[in-house]
């Protein structure tokens, strides 16, 4: 029963990859055309980009070996991520309060990918 609860654990944890993923596969012409207005240079990589993101999250889920170590590279990736997409230091102050969420929901998520890394195996 403890295993069931932990894949149920790491499913919620692991869940905003998968289901932005899923919706990007769903609407994949409209996602792929947004991903490359805003990062031109990674557009040709985007197939890829998605692939990975599925394919982490069910090594998560999974408990697959390596997952710990991956779910803490994909927390860090995701902080980096957070200072890169809401910049809040650096914004007005009408602006300032919508990137500062940004950025705590981008910490948030680290922090349960990193509650992962240190969950005990039982």
Same mark, same amino acid.
């Given at each position: ?10 499913? !919620?944890? %692991?869940?905003?990859? /998968?289901?932005?993923? =899923?919706?990007? &596969? +769903? ?6 055309? $947004? ?14 980009? !998605?692939? %990975?993101?599925?394919? /982490?999250?069910?090594? =998560?889920?999974? &408990? +697959? ?6 779910? $803490? ?28 969420? +940004? ?6 998520? $680290? ?12």
């Amino acid at each position: 029963m403890g295993s069931i609860l932990i894949i149920l654990a790491r499913a !919620l944890i %692991v869940s905003p990859f /998968l289901i932005t993923a =899923v919706m990007a &596969g +769903l609407d994949y012409s409209a996602a792929a055309s $947004a991903f490359a207005d805003t990062y031109p240079q990674l557009a040709a990589g985007y197939p890829v980009i !998605l692939g %990975v993101q599925v394919l /982490l999250g069910l090594i =998560v889920i999974l &408990g +697959l070996p390596g997952h710990r170590i991956i779910a $803490a590279l994909v927390a860090v990736a995701v902080v980096a991520i957070g200072f890169w997409v809401a910049p809040f230091w650096n914004m007005p102050a009408a602006e300032m309060t919508a990137t500062l969420n +940004l950025f705590v929901g981008h910490v948030a998520q $680290a922090g349960g990918l990193l509650l992962i890394a240190v969950m005990n195996r039982d």
